[in-house]
């Protein structure tokens, strides 16, 4: 260790290059023990858009109309057939191919077999590790044939998760505020009709259109609903690499799923300390002569002195 001081010490300028050019090197890989496991795949279970249910009070002035008209809608108990349930179906798996390009086209193959469509695609690395992800829709009465499908497409399944979002009830919210927002709207076309003064007039056209404009919202909101229903969304990640792919342990703590992950991070940072000595490599051609060069020069000098 002394020797080291002091070599540093009598050359302090070979030490601050060789410092220099490792810290150079060393940002250009500074990723270089962290771990990348792809994703901490969580499925949204909730549906993303937000939807307003609450109807506005409407309101016609001092004219004997400023009270809201609209009735209260009724309970509407869930139904119990579970045949009648409205139900959107989610999947996400995983699996482990022999060559992810030949997959990716098989599955399209079978999704347009069964009626359905590619929502979207993506292909990294196509060359060295593949990976590739696509979503695809298809009708929900075919989705457990084309889960079978896929598995037998697989050299390994990963990872699968199968999960629904139960909207019957929301759809039939929606359905009995719409008959009372038919009933408003009768009402307030009869007022309409029966009205003379322009005032009037006007206060009840603008409750129409809200009213017009409610009913529509909720419309579009239940074909949005159906039609979700209808098709169920699968996600699917392809890789030749069981370790690049996604996956969510079921349990919070399994010595298994622990050793994969370990050797995972082992996996990845062997990785890029190659990738450093790769780099170390390749630069020694210029750092070992440099270095040479200023020892020499420094030792003719110190000679002279």
Known sequence: MKAVFSWIKNNRLTALLAVAVLYFLLKNNSGLFSVNLRKSYQPNLGMTESFD???????????GLGKSIIPS??????????????????????LQV?????????????????????????????????????????PASQL?????????????????????NDVTDEYEDIDAKLVT??????????????????????????????LENQIDSYKGRQNYLEKNAQLARITINLSTD???????????????VIFKTAVRSLIAN???VGTLAIWAFVYSVIIIPAILILRFFFRKKELQK
Request: aromatic residues 6%; charged residues 25%.
């Open 53 to 63: 249910m609450a109807a506005p009070e409407m309101g016609l002035g001092s004219r």
């Open 73 to 94: 809608s009724a309970d509407y108990a869930p139904t119990n057939n579970a045949q009648d349930r409205l139900v959107i179906q989610n999947s996400d798996i995983s």
């Open 98 to 138: 022999k060559n992810v390009r030949t997959a990716l086209d098989d599955i399209l193959s079978q999704v347009k077999a069964a009626g359905g469509y590619m929502v979207n695609s993506s292909l990294s690395s196509p060359e060295d590790a593949p990976y590739a992800s696509l979503t695809v829709r298809v």
């Open 144 to 164: 457990d044939a084309t889960l079978n499908s896929l598995r037998g497409l697989a050299v390994k399944v990963v990872w699968e998760n199968l999960y629904g």
């Open 181 to 210: 927002l038919n009933r408003t709207k009768a009402k307030f076309e009869a007022i309409f009709e029966s009205a003379v003064e322009i005032s009037d007039i006007l206060r009840v056209q603008q409750e129409l259109i809200n």
């Open 242 to 256: 069981e370790f690049s792919l996604p996956y969510a342990p079921s349990e919070t703590w399994r010595p298994d």
């Open 270 to 272: 062997l990785r890029k």
